[in-house]
Nanobody, 125 residues
Framework: QVQLVESGGGLVQAGGSLRLSCAAS????????MGWFRQAPGKEREFVAT????????YYADSVKGRFTISRDNAKNTVWLQMNSLKSEDTAVYSC??????????????????WGQGTQVTVSS
């Protein structure tokens, strides 16, 4: 089992940057592909980015491509989401998630086995 704890959210002006962290418990972190999702009020949970177990492969939603970067360090049991050029529409609760099925595309919530509690990101215009 994996426990995930996000941090790094906050209030930032449009055009600014934030770096979210997701710390995982357990010794098997490297066996999980990881993803970030977000959910704005009144909207469904939305895929943001995913990274392979090794960290070599990444994939992004079109809405964040070129602005966000997902990365991981298996020695530190941590995955990050660097968010640059933030826009008001990026405002949401951001959650990290872990999946054992590394063959999945990882773009839908149903593919994931474990979730963090989420961290609020608010972008003011």
């Amino acid at each position: 089992q994996v426990q995930l704890v996000e941090s790094g959210g906050g209030l930032v002006q449009a055009g600014g940057s934030l770096r979210l962290s997701c710390a995982a418990s357990g010794r098997t972190f490297s066996t999980y592909a990881m993803g970030w999702f977000r959910q704005a009020p009144g909207k469904e949970r939305e895929f943001v980015a995913t990274i392979s177990r090794s960290g070599i492969s990444t994939y992004y939603a079109d809405s964040v491509k070129g602005r966000f970067t997902i990365s991981r360090d298996n020695a530190k049991n941590t995955v990050w989401l660097q968010m640059n050029s933030l826009k008001s529409e990026d405002t949401a609760v951001y959650s990290c998630a872990a999946r054992q099925n590394y063959r999945s595309s990882g773009t839908v919530p149903e593919a994931y086995d474990y979730w963090g509690q989420g961290t609020q990101v608010t972008v003011s215009s």
